[in-house]
């Protein structure tokens, strides 16, 4: 590339946002963060909104300050969380802000679609998506049930990348990755099902053409080259979904490997050819998610680090705030004192995770953690437990032999509780990169560009792009023992 070549990547969290330049020099990527902003939820007539005029806008101004730094642009890619989407008029007009998933009426909306339209088997035997209430299916199941204007007026309907794509481009398309978390995607075919769009009134022709990571949607529109300064930027179809491209990040040299994408949400897989929808995946609520070069993304989600950060609220300043410090203390506890299963319901969202922490630990006869030393050593032995009950159901789905985990994401920095996971799984845990997604979103650009050749040379330059952390296993009978034990609890939980 040229000295002043960059791409540039829109990374869209459901709490913030950012747009960020990089460019790959001497087979290592060099990225810079342009522009910060939030991602604000919008309440009004008891409904939550995502504004996605102030998300296009904040694109706007990032590519206003690469133009204003003389940055030569590339190409542009955009990923955001999944599920959500916009709906079109057929004057191209924004119809209404889009509702967000956490928008409540889709309570009860998935129970009501199994008792209406489709059974819950068959869903999944066509989706192979673990059930959520907030899916775009069961989303569009509410909305019709309720009369919902927008969705009665719309022409197109298109994911949140799809339609900031779409608003830079003029172009409308359907991006795999993204459309694959709508529960309305057949894994096998690649391609909506036709069955699940009738039960919710609609038609393939509302969505845009199915298209896959690597695809060029079109150039930027006369309206945004003007406001921009910039010229006929193509806008790339990166992995829309953000772990689709956090996953594409991963510093991996060949198939054998599971990841673990460690934030809020821990999400645990493998990547394969082909789907794995079994009786046993659907019992486990394991997901078939689109991955990069036609790969399947099989995985389940795990509660990760929301205990710690609902515990961090409540305990406010009374106790230290850092990881660092909590992994300190936490060190010095007893291990295994007190054992949660962190997918048991109750820590969904109860009103305090200290009490229900407390809770689950007198139903299954255990002592209650006391003070928060204690209580982060009962949420890191749990985690580390947990991820080594799904790893075990990884290598019992895996068509190959897997062995090492690559921790990803906002978790790869927490050093206690990697190397408790080496230990608990009994495999190497490789951690880094931090910064998963944008790297991702990144190298799917610069592969649309020619300038690596497939997933393998895009890892490639990542591992030489970052440090990686290596954890190797160690106490594995005192490990073994707790795992029983883990067991165990989990069973009289019920």
Not at 397 to 420: E, K
Request: proline share 4%; aromatic share 10%; net charge negative.
């Amino acid at each position: 590339m040229k000295d002043n070549q960059y791409f540039f990547a829109v990374d869209l969290g459901a709490t913030s946002g950012r747009t960020i330049i990089a460019r790959i020099e001497h087979g290592k990527i060099k990225q810079e963060v342009l522009t910060r902003f939030a991602n604000q939820l919008i309440e009004t007539g008891g409904h939550f909104y995502w504004d996605i005029f102030a998300l296009y806008w904040e694109i706007i101004k990032g590519l206003k300050e690469a133009a204003r730094r003389g940055a030569d642009i590339k190409s542009i890619g955009i990923d955001t969380w999944g599920v959500d989407f916009v709906c079109i008029g057929k004057d191209d007009a924004v119809l209404r802000n889009p509702l967000a998933y956490r928008d409540p009426h889709t309570e009860g909306a998935m129970e009501q679609y199994f008792s209406t339209k489709l059974s819950r088997e068959k869903v999944y035997d066509i989706t192979g998506i673990q059930f959520m209430n907030f899916n775009s299916l069961f989303q569009l199941f509410a909305m019709r049930r309720d009369n919902d204007s927008a969705l009665g007026a719309a022409d197109k309907i298109l994911f949140v990348p799809d339609a900031l794509s779409w608003m830079l481009t003029g172009k409308k398309v359907c991006e795999y990755t993204i459309a694959s978390t709508s529960q309305m995607l057949d894994p096998r075919t690649k391609r909506l099902n036709d069955q699940l769009l009738e039960s919710v009134g609609l038609t393939q022709q509302q969505f845009g053409e199915m298209v896959f990571p690597g695809h060029v949607v079109g150039t930027l529109t006369d309206e945004v080259k003007r406001m921009t300064g910039l010229g006929d930027i193509p806008v790339v179809a990166v992995a829309g979904h953000d772990t689709g491209s956090a996953v594409a990040a991963v510093p991996a040299t060949d198939e054998h490997f599971a990841y673990l994408s460690s934030g809020t949400w821990s999400l645990m897989g493998i990547e394969t050819a082909d789907p794995v929808i079994t009786p046993q995946s659907y019992e486990r609520n394991f997901t078939n998610e689109g991955g990069i070069e036609g790969t399947t993304r099989y995985l389940k989600n795990i509660c990760g680090m929301w205990l710690m950060e609902c515990c961090r609220r409540e305990w406010g300043d009374t106790v230290p705030q850092d990881y660092a410090t909590l992994n300190g203390e936490a060190a010095k506890q007893a291990p295994f004192r007190s054992i949660i299963n962190p997918d048991d319901p109750s820590f969904a969202n109860p009103p305090s995770m200290l009490q229900a922490i407390a809770d689950y630990c007198r139903k299954t006869g255990q002592p209650v953690p006391e003070g928060y030393a204690q209580t982060c050593r009962c949420i890191f032995d749990s985690l580390a437990l947990r991820y080594r009950q799904v790893f075990g159901y990884l290598k019992e789905t895996a068509p190959f032999r897997i062995d090492r985990l690559h921790v990803i994401g906002g978790g790869s920095l927490n050093d206690g509780l990697n190397q408790m996971t080496a230990n608990a799984t009994g495999v190497e845990v490789l951690a880094g990169p931090q910064e998963c997604t944008a790297i991702g979103n990144i190298m799917l650009q610069a592969k649309a560009a020619g300038l690596v050749a497939d997933i393998y040379d895009m890892r490639r330059i990542i591992a030489d792009s970052v440090d990686m952390k290596h954890y190797t296993p160690a106490d594995s009978e005192v490990w073994d023992k707790a795992y029983a034990k883990y067991l165990d609890i989990v069973a009289k939980a019920g």
